[in-house]
């Protein structure tokens, strides 16, 4: 017979039992800025579908951290459906806006991962530090909100 699972038990600062639950996520998840993708998805972002649909397949697939996406443009391509041709358009626009950024290189394929301001695999303080390196994207008509949080500080 095998040996029951470990069972973490988180108490609060009384010794009170907090009840947990694991995610029910299929595997990595992100935290990801709502207000951003929202605003790119919009009919006005002056993004096409194809666009923002790259937008979100690099949400999804941008390991942690600021490691960048290791496929190459055909790769990809073969993937999502289109030409190798057409997703380097894509490419170029998405990177342009800063939705994408090179992060890495392997010979002349670049590499590429989503904006740590759009979306991160990591802990808060990661996220933090990741965007101090870049600036943040160039979303057509979206205007970010006041300071908040540490942004303020």
Known sequence: ?????????????????????PYAYSGWHATVDKERVRAITRKS???TPAE?????????ASPPGMDPVHRTGKDIADEVGMTPDALGRIMKKL?????????GKLGRIKLYRISPYIAFHGS????????????PPEIPG????????WEGQ
């Open 45 to 47: 972002s002056g993004f």
């Open 1 to 21: 017979m095998a040996a029951a699972r470990p069972v973490r038990r988180v108490v609060d600062e009384f010794g009170n039992d907090v009840p947990t639950a």
């Open 142 to 149: 979206w205007v970010a909100p006041g300071p908040r949080g």
């Open 124 to 135: 808060g303080l990661e996220q933090r530090e990741a965007v101090k390196d870049w600036n």
């Open 95 to 103: 990177a342009r806006h800063r939705l994408i950024i090179e992060t």
């Open 52 to 60: 923002k649909f790259m937008v979100l397949w690099f949400i999804g």
